[in-house]
C-alpha cells in the first residue's frame, strides 16, 4: 500500500532572491520568463511568487520552491551576486537561512539574585495567597509580628500558581504558555510558549520544566523544557494512559531519568539524550503503577492479578541500560495497591488492600471480605527486609515521618477514627513494628512537620462534616500539645523550616468565610486573615540544607548556647515593631489633629453663611447633640515586653 502522502515542512528546498527589477502587470510575464531562463538550469522549480505591492508592482524580490534541497542549495551557490544588469545584482539564499537569521534572541534580562530570599538575616519564610475576586496573587514575608506584603498584583495569573520545588522560581499560567517570575522584585526571567497548558511539572533539581495541554489529537500535549535556557527538549503527543494531573512522567531524584507507564511497561527516557534507555521500553505485564526513591535510582512498582497469575511488588534498580530487581514479594487477592516513599529514602511503604471473596463479572467485579494491611521495606539494611503490618480496620489514611522511624495510621469509617502511631524497627530490630499509642479523635489526615517529630493530625471537610479540628502533637512522647479549630477545614501546609503550620478555607469547599491561620508548631495561633473567594496558599519552598548530618547535630547539640541568643533577637525583633507601630499611629493622630484645626476655622468662618441658607436655623447645635452621644472605643496592642524576676 502506498503510503500517504504527507505536507512537506521543510524550507530547505525555497529560496529567496532579492533585488529583482520592480515591474508592474504588463512586463511581469516577461521578467517570470526572464528569471525562469536563469533557474531552469538547476533543476525543477515547482513555483514561483513574485509578492506585489498596493500599486499592482512587484516588490524586487521572489520565492521560488524546487524539487528538492540539492536543487535549491546549487542554485544559491551559483546564482548569489548574479548580475542580470548593470543595476540589478541577485541576493540569493534558501529561506531556511532567511528564517534563522531573523530570528534575534531576545535581550538578556537582568533578573537580580533569585536567591534574594535565602539571605534573609531572620531565616523569615515567604508564602503567597491566590483570591479569585479580583484574581488577585500576594506574596508575603512572615515577619514576626505580623506577616508584610512583598508584592500584590491583579491578573498575575489567568490559572493558578506553582512554585518550583527550591523555590527559586513562581510560575504562573497563561493561555499563550508559563511565565517564570524571581528575584527580590518578581521579575519575569524565563518564558514558555505552548497554548492551553493546564499542568506543569518539575524534575527534582529544577533543571526542566513539563508543560501540559490535553487537548485532543494534540501532538505536542506534552513539552519538556530545559528551564535555564527556555530550550524545547522533547514533545509527546496525548495518549490514552494520561489521566488529568502534572505527574504523567516521573523523575528520578537526580533529573538524570524520567519515565512513563505505556501499555505494556515502563517507558524510561535519559536527560542527555532524551531518548528511550536501550531504545526500548523495559517490558512489565499489567504494570498497575510504579514511583521513583527520592534519594536512589531505584523505583518500585506493582503488578495487578490476570486471571490464574498473582499480583507482584517489586523493588528495582536501574543500572545502566537495565532495570534490575533487588526485591520482589508475590500478592494474593488484591485490589489495589499505593507506593508511599519516606521523604529520606529510607522506607518504602505500600498499603495493599485485599478481599476474601470476588464475585461478578471480570470488568465489573464486586468485593467482600475487606482486608488491609501494609509491606514495609527497609531500604538502609543489607539484602531489604521487608516487614508486614496487619490493620483489621479499615485505613482512612497513612503518613509516614519524613526524618525518621514513625508511621501514623488512621482507620476506622466517618469520624469515628482511630489515631495508630507505629515505629519501625532499625538494625538488629528490623522486623519488630511497635506500637506507639493509640488516639481515637475524629481526624481524617496527619501531615507531618518537614523535619518529623510533630504532626498535626486534621479534620477535613467532608460531605458528612464541617471538619476543622486541629490536634498537634508532639510525637517525642505521645503528648497533645494543642487542640484548636478552623470550621470548613480546606488544607493544611507547614512551612519549610517546621516552625510554623498554616490551615485554610478556600472557596472550593465552603461559601464563605474564606480565610487563612498560621500557627506555631506547638499550635499556638500567631495570625489569621479573611480572604474573600480565597483560592490557594501555598509557603515558599527552600532548597536542600547545605549541613552535614555532623554539623546538624552539633547544632542541636549547642542548642543551650544559641537559645538565648535567638530569643534576645526576637524580644527586639518585637519591640522594633511595637516602636514602629507607635511611631506610626502618632503620625496619624498629628495628621488628624492637623486637619481638624485646618477644617474647624474654615467651619468657623462659613458658619453665618450657612445659618442665611438654612433659613436662621444654627445646625451646628444639632451636631453637638449628637456627638454628645458618641461612645468610646479602647484599643490596645503591644509596645514591648520585659521579663522580671520574681523574688517573693
Not at 18 to 24: F, G, S
Not at 433 to 445: A, F, G, N, R, S
Not at 446 to 471: C, E, R
Not at 502 to 527: E, M, P
Amino acid at each position: 500500500m502506498a503510503e500517504r502522502p504527507k505536507e512537506h515542512e521543510s524550507l530547505n528546498n525555497i529560496i529567496v532572491v532579492d533585488n529583482l527589477p520592480k515591474v508592474d502587470q504588463v512586463k511581469l510575464e516577461k521578467l517570470k520568463a526572464v528569471i525562469s531562463k536563469v533557474y531552469s538550469k538547476f533543476g525543477v522549480c515547482r513555483n514561483e511568487y513574485y509578492p506585489l505591492d498596493e500599486e499592482g508592482k512587484t516588490k524586487g524580490y521572489g520565492f521560488f520552491e524546487f524539487q528538492n534541497e540539492q536543487m535549491a542549495s546549487e542554485a544559491v551557490k551559483q546564482t548569489d551576486g548574479y548580475r542580470l544588469d548593470k543595476n540589478h545584482t541577485f541576493a540569493v539564499n534558501l529561506m531556511s537561512d532567511f528564517d534563522r537569521l531573523t530570528q534575534v534572541p531576545p535581550e538578556p534580562v537582568d533578573t537580580g539574585n533569585l536567591f534574594s530570599w535565602l539571605a534573609e538575616p531572620d531565616a523569615v519564610d515567604q508564602f503567597a495567597v491566590q483570591s479569585d475576586d479580583p484574581k488577585k496573587t500576594t506574596i508575603y514575608a512572615n515577619a514576626l509580628s505580623q506577616p508584610i506584603v512583598l508584592e500584590d498584583r491583579n491578573k498575575w495569573t489567568e490559572n493558578n500558581f506553582v512554585w518550583s520545588p527550591k523555590g527559586t522560581y513562581l510560575a504562573s499560567f497563561h493561555e499563550q504558555g508559563i511565565a517564570f517570575w524571581g528575584g527580590k522584585e518578581f521579575r519575569q526571567v524565563q518564558r514558555f510558549a505552548h497554548r492551553g497548558v493546564n499542568y506543569i511539572d518539575f524534575s527534582p533539581g529544577e533543571r526542566y520544566l513539563v508543560t501540559i495541554s490535553p487537548r485532543p489529537n494534540n501532538l505536542e500535549a506534552f513539552i519538556i523544557w530545559d528551564i535555564v535556557t527556555g530550550q524545547k527538549k522533547r514533545s509527546f503527543p496525548l495518549d490514552q494512559h494520561f489521566s488529568q494531573g502534572p505527574s504523567y512522567f516521573k523523575w528520578s531524584y537526580q533529573d538524570q531519568y524520567f519515565a512513563k507507564q505505556g501499555p505494556d511497561g515502563i517507558y524510561m527516557y535519559d536527560r542527555e539524550s532524551f531518548q528511550l534507555v536501550d531504545k526500548k521500553p523495559f517490558k512489565i505485564p499489567s504494570l498497575a503503577d510504579f514511583q521513583w526513591s527520592p534519594t536512589d535510582n531505584r523505583l518500585a512498582y506493582w503488578t495487578a492479578e490476570d486471571g490464574n497469575v498473582p499480583a507482584r511488588l517489586v523493588l528495582a534498580e536501574v543500572n545502566g541500560v537495565k532495570l534490575e530487581e533487588v526485591r520482589s514479594k508475590t500478592l494474593f487477592n488484591v485490589i489495589d495497591c499505593k507506593l508511599c516513599w519516606q521523604k529520606r529514602g529510607d522506607y518504602l511503604v505500600v498499603k495493599v488492600d485485599r478481599y476474601t471473596k470476588k464475585s461478578g463479572e471480570k470488568n465489573n467485579p464486586k468485593y467482600s471480605g475487606l482486608i488491609y494491611n501494609f509491606e514495609i521495606f527497609h531500604m538502609r539494611e543489607k539484602n531489604v527486609p521487608l516487614d508486614t503490618l496487619e490493620v483489621k480496620e479499615m485505613i482512612q489514611s497513612f503518613a509516614i515521618e519524613p526524618a525518621g522511624h514513625k508511621l501514623v495510621v488512621i482507620t476506622g469509617e466517618s469520624l469515628r477514627t482511630n489515631v495508630i502511631f507505629y515505629k519501625m524497627g532499625q538494625g538488629q530490630k528490623s522486623g519488630k513494628i511497635e506500637t506507639l499509642k493509640v488516639m481515637t479523635q475524629p481526624v481524617t489526615t496527619a501531615i507531618w512537620a518537614p523535619n518529623g517529630q510533630y504532626v498535626v493530625l486534621a479534620a477535613m471537610k467532608t460531605g458528612q462534616s464541617a471538619g476543622g479540628q486541629l490536634i498537634f502533637v508532639d510525637t517525642a512522647d505521645m503528648s497533645i500539645m494543642s487542640k484548636q479549630e478552623h470550621p470548613d477545614l480546606s488544607d493544611v501546609e507547614w512551612d519549610p523550616t517546621g516552625r510554623y503550620v498554616t490551615s485554610y478555607v478556600n472557596l472550593w469547599t465552603a461559601k464563605r468565610d474564606h480565610s487563612f491561620k498560621i500557627w506555631t508548631f506547638q499550635g499556638n495561633l500567631v495570625f489569621e486573615k479573611t480572604v474573600e473567594r480565597l483560592v490557594a496558599f501555598h509557603w515558599r519552598p527552600r532548597p536542600p540544607s547545605l549541613l552535614t548530618e555532623d554539623m546538624i547535630r552539633e547544632v542541636r547539640r549547642n542548642r543551650a548556647v544559641w537559645t538565648p541568643k535567638l530569643d534576645q533577637r526576637d524580644r527586639i525583633l518585637r519591640t522594633g515593631e511595637s516602636a514602629k507601630q507607635q511611631e506610626q499611629r502618632r503620625k496619624q493622630l498629628d495628621e488628624f489633629q492637623r486637619l481638624k484645626e485646618k477644617n474647624s476655622k474654615r467651619l468657623a468662618i462659613q458658619k453665618q453663611q450657612r445659618v442665611q441658607l438654612r433659613g436662621g436655623v444654627d445646625t451646628d447645635s444639632l451636631f453637638e447633640q449628637q456627638a454628645s452621644n458618641v461612645g468610646e472605643e479602647v484599643v490596645e496592642f503591644l509596645i514591648k515586653t520585659e521579663e522580671v524576676e520574681y523574688k517573693p
